[in-house]
């Protein structure tokens, strides 16, 4: 009995673990490009700025999270600042997000606060972006690697955009 008792308990203690980590998930540039035009109805003539942003901020990890020098964190695929756009452990910031939310395998609460803060302050925001994608040449050819004029966005049995 003492014996199963030493061998339950550790077991019990790795489901429980297990059962409260965040899904997550660590895209392929493509598959991103697909979800990002397919689903979110995201411009294409934008599309390669976005990809390249997120190959440059969070490795396309949506679990990434980076402190910073100023005691905050940037969290998620877009890795949204928690000074200014979330608030950690309740829902607050210009998002009015919990950042923590931005770390899980769902991006649709990360690209509305992406979008906001692209519509506010432009790509620029992004220092991944600022230093390794600010020149079109740097850019990646989705056109080309990611077949990018066949992806258009899907539609809902109405007929409405859907994302």
Known sequence: MKTLCLWLIPVLILLLLGSIQVESKKYQRCELTRVLVENYNFDKTFISNWICLVEHESYLDTRKITKKENESKNYGL????????CSEGRKGGQCNMKCEDFS???????IA????????????YWKGWDRF???????????VVCNL?????????????TG
């Open 133 to 143: 994608c600010r020149n079109p040449q740097n850019l990646p050819n989705l056109r």
């Open 113 to 124: 606060c992406a979008r906001m803060i692209q519509e506010r302050e432009g790509f620029k």
């Open 104 to 110: 899980n395998d769902d991006i649709g609460d990360d």
């Open 149 to 161: 004029r066949s992806l258009s966005p899907l539609r809902s049995p109405r007929g409405f955009l």
């Open 78 to 85: 877009f890795q949204i600042n928690s000074r200014d756009y």
